[in-house]
């Protein structure tokens, strides 16, 4: 069976640090990855995703930017962290025509 | 006006209640229809999945679509307490998952 990973769990920073969250599928290939950002009380807003290896789509212009050095291996990265870098950071995959399957998060807190 | 509309809540019902959850949405193009749990602090987990109109059933849990009303719901029957959390539903045009429209997500409280 298909299992995501994110670590860390919880992370605290401060601002202008970089910071380097990374996302792991295991169970299947070639999945189409993703990374959400969910603020407290709102749905979830899509920042990456990515079709394959080396191919990222960004749909939210940002200093935050995700690369897939592997198949299934999804990173999300940022050289300086602002203030408004705090949320809860979700990554996702999907195989062919199901549904998206999420991890179970990172909580970013920037000091 | 959001594409997606879901009343935040709370929702706080007794244990053994029927829970109406609900979405509306505005884009026609949506096809594909997903019901998502999220408790605190996880990722959201799926709980259903369907595809254009009509009712999808899964233990206590029964999702329903009406294209023409843009309305979709989640019933779950004899609610329990481990129901409590948060659920989100998410749609979607062109196939089964690829870019996803979420509402904002319904807070449900089930009280023993």
């Known amino acids: 069976s298909q299992t995501i990973h994110q670590w860390p769990a919880t992370l605290v920073q401060p601002v202008g640090s970089p910071l380097s969250l990374e996302c792991t599928v295991e169970g299947t290939s070639n999945p189409n990855l993703y990374w959400y950002r969910q603020a407290a009380g709102r749905g979830l807003q899509l920042l990456f995703y990515s079709v394959g290896i080396g191919q990222i789509s960004s749909e939210v212009p940002q200093n935050l930017s995700a690369s897939r050095p592997q198949d299934r291996q999804f990173i999300l990265s940022s050289k300086k962290l602002l203030l408004s870098d705090s949320g809860f950071y979700l990554c996702?995959?999907?195989?062919?025509?199901?549904?998206?399957?999420f991890g179970d998060g990172t909580r970013l807190s920037i000091l | 006006q959001k594409e997606v509309e879901q009343d935040p809540g709370p929702l706080s019902v007794p244990e053994g209640a029927i829970v109406s959850l609900n979405c509306t949405y505005s884009n026609s193009a949506f096809q594909y229809f997903m019901w998502y749990r999220q408790y605190s602090r996880k990722g959201p987990e799926l709980l259903m999945y369907?595809?254009?109109?009509g009712n999808k059933e899964d233990g206590r849990f029964t999702a329903q679509v009406d294209k023409s009303s843009k309305y979709i719901s989640l019933f779950i029957r004899d609610s329990q307490p481990s129901d409590s959390a948060t659920y989100l539903c998410?749609?979607?045009?062109?196939?089964?998952?690829?870019?996803?429209?979420f509402g904002g997500g319904t807070r449900l409280m089930v009280k023993p």
């Open positions: 369907t595809y254009s109109s």
């Open positions: 998410a749609m979607s045009a062109r196939d089964a998952g690829n870019m996803l429209t």
């Open positions: 996702a995959w999907r195989g062919v025509d199901q549904p998206q399957h």
